[in-house]
């Protein structure tokens, strides 16, 4: 798909979309959890259906009927084997790894190229300690249980995917387990909202120290009937052109409820940031940066392991508007020039590079293609756009 914006003066008010993230965690819980559960303001992004479809894969029932999903748990450790779809969702396959390992059966988790050549290092380290098979294919990864609890050491500086995904598995064995983060620890609002989920659902798991989870073990996940609060990180895009988002809580655990405060200092000049704990606004404000004074982001490391190279990708299309971009291990340097792009744009397929190049064109004017990306995680953002006078042309 291409997507061809007109420069535009938006306007007017747009809802919040529910959060991905979250959807992704109450879906887990109440797949998780005995009984029928039901989670609510669910968006069918491609990735959270790709969560329901592993759901499905392992047993639990789950009808969908518009935002709202009838969900009837199941018990992984008595799953056969199962072959589990991810599509191209990082938060899908490393959720639900170790979930997988709670049988003593073969599992595969399928998924496209990209997303198997995104790191999976810290579960291969932590399956072969435990004598447990684990092997990455170009397009699957198959493993076998059952994992046991006890100790887990993993670095904290790397996708607190990882982290959630031992925190859904652990409290349902028969015996206590701790999870000791090396520090740096990056990314916590995340683990904070797998807590916040497990919480919901009627299962513990706390912090013993800034860099300990204590998970106690023999628990069982609850059936609840929740509702998905209010995505900040996708809200970003709208935020950033200068449109009132409703339905966004102030005071959620998401991390990236903290673009606010980086638009402002943005806004005020030449501005220094650490994105280490919100990684996936990256795009937007190096977008955003490039729109205003500029800025130098400091904790971009893990941005070369998303859906694309991030850095180099905002780098490459920021380039065509005018702004240089300097790209180094750990920092993004955005310079401040702009003007329409002087070529068509490419999305990478990468939802957040097509969301940060829109909210650049719609300024600038400007021609996207594989715009169809936005699917992974907000399918009608381009009607969405339509809703606060962003003009377009879509083939």
Known sequence: MTVTIIPSQPAGAVAAPPSKSMAHRALICAGLAGGESRVRGIAPSQDVLATVDCL???GAEVAMDGGTAAVRGTDP?????????????GSTLRFFAPICALSAQPMTLTGAPSLLRRPLGVYETLFRERGLPFAVTE???SLRGALTPGAYALPGDVSSQFVSGLLFALPSLPGDSVI???PPVESRGYIDMTLAALGAFGV??????E???TVPGGQRFLPRDITVEGDWSNAAFFLALGVTVTGLDPESLQGDRVCVECFDALRRGPAALDIADCPDLGPVLFAFAAGHHGGVFRGTRRLHMKESDRGEAMSEELRKFGAEVTVDENTVTVGCALHAPTEPLDGHNDHRIVMALSVLCAQTGGTIRGAEAVSKSFPDFFDRLKDINIEMEIR
């Open 139 to 141: 397009t699957a990864l």
């Open 56 to 58: 499905r894969a392992l």
């Open 77 to 89: 450790a008595g799953a056969p084997g199962a072959v589990l779809p991810c599509r191209e969702s």
């Open 204 to 209: 513990e798991a706390h912090w013993r120290d």
């Open 211 to 213: 860099t300990t989870l």
């Open 180 to 182: 000791a983060l090396r």
